[in-house]
């Protein structure tokens, strides 16, 4: 793949799953790989920031909720 140009087509060859013809039909200038590792580590660490203050502010509705119990 590393030795084609765009828009070309690989010769026939064969792996242990096949025969495969390889066209590249553009290249990355950037590696997008690590941009999304920072991406989900981002989306993960926003997501337990939310949980964690959903549960602060669960706790602190269940401190002043006042519930009385008649009998």
């Known amino acids: 793949m590393d030795a084609l140009k765009v828009n070309?087509?690989?010769d026939p060859f064969r792996t242990q799953f096949g025969w495969h013809i390889v066209q590249v039909l553009?290249?990355?200038d950037h590696d997008n790989t690590e941009e999304?590792?920072?991406s989900r580590a981002r989306d993960q660490i926003r997501?337990?920031?939310i949980?964690?203050?959903t549960?602060?502010?669960l706790r602190?509705?269940?401190d002043?909720?006042?519930?009385e119990i008649r009998k």
Request: no cysteine.
């Open 8 to 10: 070309q087509l690989s």
């Open 26 to 28: 553009e290249r990355r």
């Open 36 to 38: 999304l590792k920072k």
């Open 47 to 49: 997501q337990r920031k």
């Open 51 to 53: 949980e964690e203050e």
């Open 55 to 57: 549960q602060t502010w």
């Open 60 to 62: 602190q509705m269940r």
């Open 64 to 67: 002043e909720a006042f519930v």
